[in-house]
């Protein structure tokens, strides 16, 4: 008897689960239809453009010759004066460098600029290095500025070979092997939706190199970063 009179008390009414389940169905509908519609109107918070970087990293290049410092030191400079900080906000401390670990393959990184929508740095390593671009949620522009960038995709025969002053377009969702043959270094920009790039970034740091300091040094800057772009209103 005690027990039938808990089940009366616990067991939803049949019309109950009825309006929970629609409630469910609706709201997976309208997350999905949200997503869809943020995805198609993401291009409007844009700031930077692939034209313009891939001219600024060729002119970087030409106005400093081996100097990849020099070469960093006009990319930054630049983009403050370019750029109005009521627009976006610039990470202007070259110092700031990160290991970054991803894909198997490992470098440092300056991270000049990063949002919700765009991602802006300087990655490289004067050793070399090799690995898996990662299945991006953004479209991705790898501006050589020294070194060589080597990459394949299944069935090719031959690699591709990006020189500075070209630019590798890894269009989102597309994966290729990389090599950095020998020292290399380039700036790369990222357009889509950078948080979900963010676990492939991160995953390395879990399962392979436990750098935990490097992953506070990294999540402490692109989460000040991305605050910093929030509070001037670019998303
Ligand atoms: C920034 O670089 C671009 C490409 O080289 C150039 O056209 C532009 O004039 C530069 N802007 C400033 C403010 O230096
Ligand atoms: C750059 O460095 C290479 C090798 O160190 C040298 O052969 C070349 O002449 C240098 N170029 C300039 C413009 O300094
Ligand atoms: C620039 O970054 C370096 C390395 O993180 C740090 O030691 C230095 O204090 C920073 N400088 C400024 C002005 O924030």
Not at 159 to 170: D, F, I, K, Q
Request: net charge negative; proline share 5%.
């Amino acid at each position: 008897m005690m027990s039938g009179a808990r089940n009366s008390q616990t067991a939803p009414h049949p019309k109950t689960l009825v309006t929970k389940w629609i409630s469910l169905v609706a709201g997976t509908f309208l997350l999905i239809a949200t997503c869809g519609w943020l995805d198609a109107v993401k291009d409007r918070w844009y700031v930077l453009d692939p034209t313009s970087l891939h001219e600024l990293a060729q002119a970087a290049i030409a106005s400093s010759p081996n100097d990849t410092a020099g070469m960093i030191g006009h990319i930054v400079s630049n983009l403050t004066a370019t750029y109005p900080s009521t627009t976006i906000s610039l990470n202007t401390n070259s110092s700031e460098w990160v290991f970054n670990n991803a894909g198997g393959a490992m470098g440092a990184m300056y991270i000049i600029h990063a949002s919700i929508t765009e991602y802006l740095f300087i990655f490289g390593t004067p050793l070399g290095t090799e690995g898996h671009t990662g299945r991006l949620t953004a479209d991705d522009y790898f501006h050589i500025l020294v070194g060589e960038q080597w990459a394949f995709s299944p069935g090719q025969l031959e690699m591709e070979r990006y020189l500075p002053g070209s630019v590798h377009y890894l269009p989102r969702g597309t994966v290729k092997q990389y090599k950095m043959h020998e020292g290399c270094f380039a700036l790369e920009y990222a357009r889509g939706w950078i948080p979900l790039m963010l676990p492939f970034g991160f995953a390395d740091s879990f399962t392979s190199t436990l750098d935990m300091p490097t992953l506070y040094q990294t999540v402490r800057i692109t989460v000040r970063e991305t605050l910093q772009n929030l509070l001037t209103g670019k998303i």
